[in-house]
C-alpha cells in the first residue's frame, strides 16, 4: 500500500464516517460534507543508506528517511469545528501509536484555517483546513549486482 493511502485511511478512521476523497480527481464532488486530502510535498531527509548486504540475486535495499506535508481540507457546515476535534484526536496518544504501528511519526499539526471557498453563484461554501507533517521511512530496492567469478595469480598459504 502507498503512503498516500495508509494515510487516508488513518485520517478516514478519525472523522466519523464522512467521506474522504483525494484532491485534484477531476471526478464529481460528493455530497457535503466531505474531506480531502493531498499530499502536497515530500521532501528527503539526511542521506539515503545501504543495509543488509547483497541477496543472491544483486540487489540490496536503500533505506531513508522522508518528510511530507498532508493538506485536510473539510467542506460543509461547522467545518472548522470538525477540523478542530481533529486536530484534538490527533493529539491523543492511543491515536499517535496507531500511527507508529504504520510506521508514520506525526511531528507538527499546523493551526485550523477557516477558509469559505466561493461557488460559480457566488455563495460562499463552508470550509476549512489543517496540515500536518509526518516522517516515514522509505526502502528502495538497487540492483547493485553481484560477482559471478574471481580469478587470482596470487597464491596464499
Excluded at 6 to 14: D, G, R, Y
Excluded at 54 to 75: K, M, P
Excluded at 109 to 128: G, H, K, T, W
Amino acid at each position: 500500500m502507498t503512503i498516500k493511502l495508509i494515510i487516508k485511511n488513518l485520517i478516514q478512521s478519525l472523522i466519523n464516517g464522512e467521506n474522504i476523497i483525494f484532491l485534484d480527481q477531476n471526478a464529481p464532488r460528493p455530497a457535503l460534507p466531505y474531506w480531502t486530502i493531498r499530499i502536497s510535498s515530500q521532501r528527503k531527509l539526511g542521506e539515503d543508506y545501504y543495509g543488509n548486504g547483497v541477496d543472491n540475486d544483486g540487489d540490496q535495499i536503500v533505506s531513508g528517511v522522508r518528510e511530507a506535508t498532508v493538506q485536510i481540507q473539510r467542506y460543509g457546515k461547522n467545518s472548522d469545528e470538525s477540523c478542530v476535534d481533529l486536530r484534538n484526536v490527533l493529539s491523543k496518544i492511543t491515536v499517535l501509536e496507531s500511527w507508529q504501528k504504520e510506521k508514520i511519526a506525526l511531528f507538527k499539526i499546523n493551526d485550523v484555517l477557516n477558509v469559505p471557498y466561493e461557488l460559480d453563484n457566488s455563495q460562499l461554501e463552508p470550509r476549512a483546513s489543517l496540515d500536518l507533517f509526518v516522517r516515514f521511512g522509505t526502502d528502495i530496492n538497487d540492483n547493485v549486482g553481484e560477482i559471478a567469478f574471481v580469478e587470482t595469480n596470487e597464491e596464499f598459504s
